[in-house]
């Protein structure tokens, strides 16, 4: 099923789901993997993205001892060259009854990543939360996943209505205001408002590296080598700023917001 991928990948998502199996047991409803792994192939510093769905809200006891499960398969970020054969992976647990009938926002049970590792190794796990951005992650599953367990994504989930999917963009990029909300991830917060203006102008979601290089033939000159910095820094797994300069990559990133609440007005109107 897996074939597509590096031998040590499909080894990790079996201890992955085996893990879930595991901890969630008879409310294990499906798994997808999604994201890079299918949807333009990984790249040197891709997480593994997995969306688990089980048929009620797990408990807490059931978050806690599966958090404490991928603490060990997960790895943190490596620089390349290091022999890393293993991922971090992008965990995202939602109940179905939470999303079936569908509602805006929905509902995440847990969510694994390793910007969270230290939380996690003190103790703090989020609560359930409601998650504007699981509309667009619902709306990549349906387009391309794999079903490792349970029906295919696009059976499993009802359709995300573009007005939710449009609402979402429009409650993430609210989140980037300052120099400070965007400090030490500028790459991220680059590409993943390349994907946004793509989606919009499209109606299509792309890779990063596609909707940015799509963007850099449409922004004025200025923002061309923050793009392809941007860009460049995740085809090769870069972790480092952008050299382009903070005023560069906030020029950028205050235009970018601009031009996409414009585009969501015009949207909605």
């Known amino acids: 099923m897996l074939d597509f991928l590096p031998r040590e990948i499909p080894e990790q998502i079996a201890e992955a789901c085996r893990a879930f199996e595991r901890r969630l047991g008879p409310i294990l409803k499906a798994i997808h993997l999604y994201g890079s792994a299918v949807d333009g192939g990984l790249k040197p510093a891709s997480d593994l993205d997995l969306l688990v769905t089980t048929s009620q809200p797990p408990s807490e006891s059931r978050r806690r001892a599966l958090v404490k499960d991928l603490l060990r398969i997960s790895v943190p970020n490596a620089p390349m060259g290091t022999g890393k054969i293993r991922r971090p992976l992008e965990v995202t647990v939602l109940a179905y009854d939470q999303v079936t009938p569908w509602r805006y926002p929905p509902r995440r049970e847990l969510q694994y990543g390793e910007w969270l590792r230290n939380d996690f190794l003190a103790g703090m796990i989020e609560p359930p939360v409601e998650d504007p951005d699981l509309a667009i992650l619902l709306a990549k599953a349906r387009r391309r996943s794999v079903a490792l367990l349970g029906p295919p994504a696009e059976e499993l989930f009802q359709p995300v209505p573009r007005q939710d999917f449009l609402k979402a963009m429009a409650d993430t990029v609210i989140r980037w205001n300052k120099a400070e909300d965007w400090s030490d991830d500028e790459a991220n917060v680059v590409l993943t408002l390349a994907r946004m203006w793509y989606s919009i102008e499209t109606g299509d979601i792309a890779p990063k590296d596609v909707a940015a290089a799509w963007l850099i033939q449409r922004v004025p000159a200025e923002h061309s080598p923050v793009l392809a910095q941007a860009r460049e820094a995740y085809l090769r797994g870069r972790q480092e700023n952008l050299p382009a300069g903070a005023e560069r990559v906030a ?18 109107g």
Not at 251 to 268: G, P, Q, S, V, W
């Open 251 to 268: 020029a950028f990133i205050y235009d970018a917001k601009a031009a996409i609440e414009r585009l969501l007005e015009n949207r909605r």
